[in-house]
């Protein structure tokens, strides 16, 4: 099952490469966090192809994609349906929202109030939504692909830390080199290419790979090194929040989801290492800062935290 399940990985690698030109960090975050079954969060200025990242995705998949643009006015039944009345029934009937889908794309999250991207939080960690005391399951699988601008943008607002949370990753897209550029601007001369992207795996196969992804084998002291990471960020004097739990268990789920799409079933050093900055920077509270200020700070924290452990060998 774990060789198909990396077949499916270079189907979507090489799917998506095709728009997403010189990103392979953000195309393995994709991979990752569609085969762990958990949450992508884009984060960065403006028109460097984060919506295209997860267009890309949602096109190369066999399923329903929708997109919700964020914005102030947006309210929760926007997001997760609401109740209408049937006069020709005489009763109320559920009409789903566009979080019923198996890729969903938030484009510019930060955009909306609190209120409303809270929406989102419990559809992202139970996969379901409740309407006037009813409970709604989500299609399978589900992702959530989620797009923000840095904060200090105006118009936007803080993502709760509860739904920060929610994200496996939190990935920077930056720009371009010179080159890639070049190549941007010839391939888009006629058109967008990622409207004529095809699916190349189906929902079925989808779903294997992330059951697959849960039989990746993790060793004992490989356990003991995420663990070692995870107490750390707890009991540094740099941070006044460490990575919960949840987190914890999000970082075990990542680096088994990254071994798989490199085709190993098993975890090894480098997977805690190369994912520790992406799953752990966005869950913790660095002390003299306030949520969101000089991601560089935050990151380069947790990196020289991993740094300071000793891994095994």
């Known amino acids: 099952m774990s060789e198909t399940a990396h077949a499916v990985a270079q189907r979507l690698a090489q799917n998506i490469e095709q728009v997403l030109l010189g990103k392979p960090e953000v195309v393995e975050a994709l991979l990752i966090a569609l085969f762990a079954g958990e949450h992508l969060l884009l984060e960065d200025v403006p028109g460097v192809g984060k919506t295209l990242a997860a267009k890309a995705l949602a096109r190369s998949i066999e399923g329903r994609f929708t997109r919700v ?11 997760v349906g609401s109740s209408l009345y049937r006069s020709d029934r005489q009763s109320f009937e559920f009409s789903p929202g566009p979080v019923f889908a198996n890729v969903v794309l938030g484009d510019e999250i930060n955009r909306a109030p609190p209120r409303t991207q809270s929406a989102l939080l419990e559809a992202m960690s139970e996969s379901q939504v409740s309407v006037d005391g009813e409970t709604h399951p989500l299609p399978q699988p589900f992702l959530v692909v989620a797009t923000q601008n840095p904060f200090e943008f105006e118009g936007t607002y803080l ?27 010839r391939s888009h001369r006629e058109g967008e290419p990622v409207n004529q992207l095809q699916p190349v795996v189906t929902l079925a196969e989808v779903t294997a790979a992330q059951q697959a992804t849960r039989q990746v084998r993790v060793d004992a002291e490989l356990v003991e090194y995420l663990l ?12 006044y929040v460490g990575v919960s739990t949840r987190g914890a268990l999000s970082f075990y789920r990542a680096c088994q989801a990254r071994a798989l799409i490199t085709g190993r079933q098993f ?24 949520q969101g200020a000089d991601r560089q700070r935050v990151e380069k924290l947790i990196s020289e935290l991993v740094e300071g452990i000793a891994a095994p060998a």
Request: glycine content about 2%; aromatic content about 6%; proline content about 9%.
């Open 69 to 79: 643009q964020f914005t102030p006015d947006l309210l929760p039944s926007d997001i």
């Open 267 to 290: 975890v090894i050093p480098d997977d805690i290492k190369q994912l520790a900055v992406p799953v752990l920077a966005h869950r913790i509270l660095p002390k003299g800062m306030f």
């Open 159 to 185: 993502l709760p830390e509860s739904q920060l949370d929610r994200f496996l990753l939190r990935v920077s897209m930056g720009y371009p080199t010179r080159e890639i550029e070049r190549n941007v601007l």
């Open 228 to 239: 070692d990471v995870v107490h750390a960020t707890r009991e540094s004097d740099a941070f």
